[in-house]
C-alpha cells in the first residue's frame, strides 16, 4: 500500500503557483519523498526528489518540512500542460525494487 | 525523454495467443521494470530485472514471463492471453550510477486489449 496521502483533485488558475501537499507521516529516515506525473494516457514522468532539505529543478520545487511528515510540491507558474494526475511516492533511497503508486492527485490547471 | 520507447504502441489480440511486447532503452541503466495499469489499481509491477538474464517476480506476475538477453531489451510475453491481461503496459528503468537514490524513467506505454 501507499505510504502516502494526497487530496483527490486540486484547481489552479494558469498563470498561479500550483501547491500540492502531500502527508507521509510513517516516514523513516533513510526514505526519500519522490513526485512523479501522469499525463493522461501518457507515462509518468519524473519531476523531483528529496530526502530533507528542500529541492528546485527546472519543473518544480519541493518543501519537506521540519519533521518530513509533509511536503508540498510546487509549480510556479501553471499551464495549461499541467493538468495531469500526480504522485507522491516514499521510497527507500538506492532501492531499486518497484514504484508504489497511490491515487494521486488530480491537478485541473484552468 | 529517457531514451525509452516501447513496441507495439497498441495492439489487440485475440483470447489465447501469444502477445510479446518489447522495451528498448538507450541510456545503458541497470535495471528495467515491466508495470501494468489498471483503473482503480494505479501501476503494478509485474516483473523486473537487475541485469541481463537476471529477473524476478513483480506483484501481479502470474500469466507473464520476461526475458533479458541484452543490457538494452527487456522482452514481455504473455504466453495465453486472457481478456484479464487487457490493460496499459509500461516498461521503466532506472540505476544509471546514482549512488543513493534511484529514479525510474518510464516509457509512452502499451495499450493491449485482448478480446
Known amino acids: 500500500d501507499a505510504k502516502t496521502t494526497q487530496p483527490p483533485s486540486m484547481d489552479c488558475a494558469e498563470g498561479r503557483a500550483a501547491n500540492l501537499p502531500c502527508n507521509h507521516s510513517?516516514?523513516?529516515?533513510?526514505?526519500?519523498v519522490y513526485w512523479y506525473r501522469q499525463i493522461h494516457s501518457q507515462g509518468p514522468q519524473y519531476i523531483i526528489h528529496?530526502?530533507?532539505n528542500n529541492e528546485t529543478n527546472e519543473m518544480a520545487s519541493l518543501i519537506i518540512t521540519e519533521d518530513r511528515k509533509s511536503s508540498t510540491l510546487i509549480l510556479p507558474h501553471a499551464t495549461l500542460r499541467d493538468t495531469a494526475v500526480y504522485y507522491c511516492?516514499?521510497?527507500?533511497?538506492?532501492?531499486?525494487?518497484?514504484?508504489?503508486f497511490g491515487k494521486g492527485t488530480k491537478l485541473s490547471v484552468k | 525523454d529517457a531514451g525509452i520507447t516501447q513496441s507495439p504502441r497498441h495492439k489487440v489480440t485475440e483470447t489465447g495467443t501469444p502477445v510479446t511486447l518489447r522495451c528498448h532503452q538507450t541510456?545503458?541503466?541497470?535495471?528495467m521494470y515491466w508495470y501494468r495499469q489498471d483503473p482503480g489499481h494505479g501501476l503494478r509491477l509485474i516483473h523486473y530485472?537487475?541485469?541481463?538474464?537476471?529477473?524476478d517476480k513483480g506483484e501481479v506476475s502470474d500469466g507473464y514471463s520476461v526475458s533479458r538477453s541484452k543490457t538494452e531489451d527487456f522482452l514481455l510475453t504473455l504466453e495465453s492471453a486472457t481478456s484479464s491481461q487487457t490493460s496499459v503496459y509500461f516498461c521503466?528503468?532506472?540505476?544509471?550510477?546514482?549512488?543513493?537514490?534511484?529514479?525510474?524513467?518510464f516509457g509512452p506505454g502499451t495499450r493491449l486489449t485482448v478480446l
Open positions: 521503466a528503468i532506472s540505476g544509471k550510477g546514482q549512488k543513493y537514490t534511484d529514479t525510474q524513467y
Open positions: 510513517t516516514i523513516s529516515g533513510n526514505e526519500y
Open positions: 528529496g530526502l530533507k
Open positions: 511516492i516514499v521510497r527507500d533511497g538506492g532501492s531499486q525494487g518497484n514504484l508504489i
Open positions: 541510456e545503458n541503466h541497470r535495471y
Open positions: 530485472s537487475y541485469g541481463v538474464k537476471d529477473t
